[in-house]
């Protein structure tokens, strides 16, 4: 073993803006004599957190996310992904103290706007220093990291049928039920990544070039983010979770909601190659009182998600196409079981570039700024 390896427990952090993301690496118990040095303290936090799935009433560990056989700094182990409320930072605090995380010398690498914010917090509760890393050089450090890792880790939705999306994709309205029945998930070989960009959809969005390891510039973003989308659809339909929002998006229909070509146009139009079924105007209807009032709930949540994934998605193809790049990969958690916005991007991609772009994802959505924080043990 590597003595001058830092102390256990190693953790990485993200504080973001909505969420905490931690990752926790678990040591193999392989080596009898290792574990014995082990302290009650760190036991009874590798068993809290190996044990369970939920922490408190908010806490919850994507169980399915996990990585066993992942070495850092020589050490075998298991990587464990842990999300909560970033509104929760306090109770998180508290319950990291009862299991006496306040009694080991230690220090979290952590990354996003709360590892500013809550710094003094960690200091006070737990007698820990956060070690700040910058949120990008995070982020593609995680990206790449899991990706060599996992061979599933990339993938992209494929339409099933023969032909290329863009070719019917005017007898097809793009946003039925009918439309994005037709995509699979298929794995993708991302092995040759460069250059790339990739699109971080948090509560505001990123847009990165990576053209290296190393080298990787923010070349636009946007407010209009997973925020948008959860703060739009709580105002509009009264839900209170993620998970309620995109149910209700699940089953809704956003043509009552936004006015399409065709309700311009009587049918497509032509010259421009703009479908009937085409969004004309986000949200166009619901100037007319008689369609405010036919409008449902679930028809207001599908098109607060069809329009907040629709921007997103032309603003990737426009920073894809100003740098000449074709590969577009988008993680974050506004696609965590979120289906639907990750085939609306490939759609939207394959579509207005003519199937020259390809819309990539990655399993591990949100966790790469934290995982990026980790990989600072692998030093
Ligand atoms: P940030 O670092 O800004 O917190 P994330 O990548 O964690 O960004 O993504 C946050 C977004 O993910 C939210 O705005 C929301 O759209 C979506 N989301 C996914 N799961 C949840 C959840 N359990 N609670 C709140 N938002 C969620």
């Known amino acids: 073993p590597d003595n001058s390896a830092p102390p256990m427990p190693w953790f990485g952090m993200d504080i973001g803006g909505t969420l905490t993301k931690l990752v926790y690496f678990e040591p193999r118990e392989s080596n009898r004599r290792e574990l014995d040095k082990e302290t009650e303290v760190l036991k009874n936090i590798r068993r809290y957190l190996t044990r369970n799935s939920a922490y408190g009433n908010t806490g919850r560990r994507d169980v399915h996310l996990q990585m066993d056989n992942v070495t850092i700094r020589n050490r075998r182990g298991t990587l464990h992904f842990i999300r909560f409320p970033s509104s929760e930072v306090g ?38 220093r956060l070690d700040k890393l910058d949120e990008l050089d995070a982020l593609i450090a995680g990206v790449l990291f899991v990706e060599a890792m996992n061979p599933q880790e990339c993938y992209y939705w494929a339409p099933l049928e023969e032909h290329p999306v863009h070719e019917h994709a005017s007898d097809t309205p793009p946003y039925s039920e009918q439309a994005l029945s037709m995509y699979v998930r298929k794995p993708y070989d991302f092995s040759n990544p460069y250059p790339f960009i990739l ?74 190659r703009l479908p009937g079924d085409l969004v004309a105007s986000s949200f166009g209807h619901m100037c007319a009182a008689e369609r405010r009032a036919a409008v449902s709930r679930a028809d207001l949540a599908r098109a607060t998600l069809v329009t907040i994934t629709n921007n997103i998605g032309s603003i990737a193809r426009l920073c894809a196409l100003n740098e000449n790049i074709d ?15 990750m085939k609306l991007l490939s759609y939207a991609m394959a579509y207005w570039s003519r199937g020259a772009l390809k819309a990539l994802f990655l399993q591990h959505e949100g966790y790469f700024g934290a995982v990026g924080c980790l990989l600072q043990f692998d030093d």
């Open 91 to 128: 109770a998180f605090l508290q319950l990291a103290r009862s299991k006496g995380m306040a009694a080991l010398v230690n220090t979290i690498y952590a990354t996003g706007g709360g590892a500013y914010k809550f710094e003094e917090d960690f200091i006070k509760e737990v007698n820990m």
């Open 199 to 272: 699109v971080n959809i948090g509560s505001g969005v990123s847009v990165l070039v990576v053209t290296g390891p190393d080298d990787c510039r923010r070349v636009s973003g946007t407010s209009l983010g997973g925020g948008t989308f959860l703060g739009l659809c709580c105002l509009l339909t009264g839900c209170a979770s993620f998970e309620e929002a995109l149910a209700l998006a699940a089953r809704g229909d956003n043509t009552p909601v936004d006015k399409l070509v065709r309700d311009i146009y009587g049918g497509d139009y032509a010259r421009f």
């Open 327 to 341: 590969k577009v990969v988008f993680c974050g958690n506004f696609l965590r079981v979120n289906p639907l916005s």
